[in-house]
């Protein structure tokens, strides 16, 4: 279970992948950038001992951060 947690950083929290959860039974993690596609699914069906039909993975940038500036009406 210790290589899973170190594939598996965290669960995509968002509409979309919710959306995806109901509608299509599917899943979304952020995984280690050097993880194999063979390697984030045996992670996944050793972690929540669940049979993997398939894995897609996307490469995605770093973004910038979010930043809040409040404003002032003059």
């Known amino acids: 279970m210790g290589a899973s947690l ?3 950083k965290r669960p995509i929290l968002s ?4 959306v995806q959860t109901e509608k ?3 899943v ?3 995984v280690d950038v050097n993880a194999t596609k ?5 992670a996944v069906e ?3 001992k669940a049979k993997v039909q398939s894995v897609n993975t996307v490469v995605v940038p770093p973004s910038m951060v ?6 002032r009406s003059s």
């Open 24 to 26: 299509f039974n599917q």
């Open 15 to 18: 509409e979309k992948s919710a």
């Open 28 to 30: 979304s993690f952020e």
């Open 6 to 8: 170190k594939i598996i």
């Open 46 to 48: 050793r972690f929540f």
């Open 66 to 71: 979010p930043v809040t500036v409040p404003v």
């Open 38 to 42: 063979t390697q984030i699914r045996e």
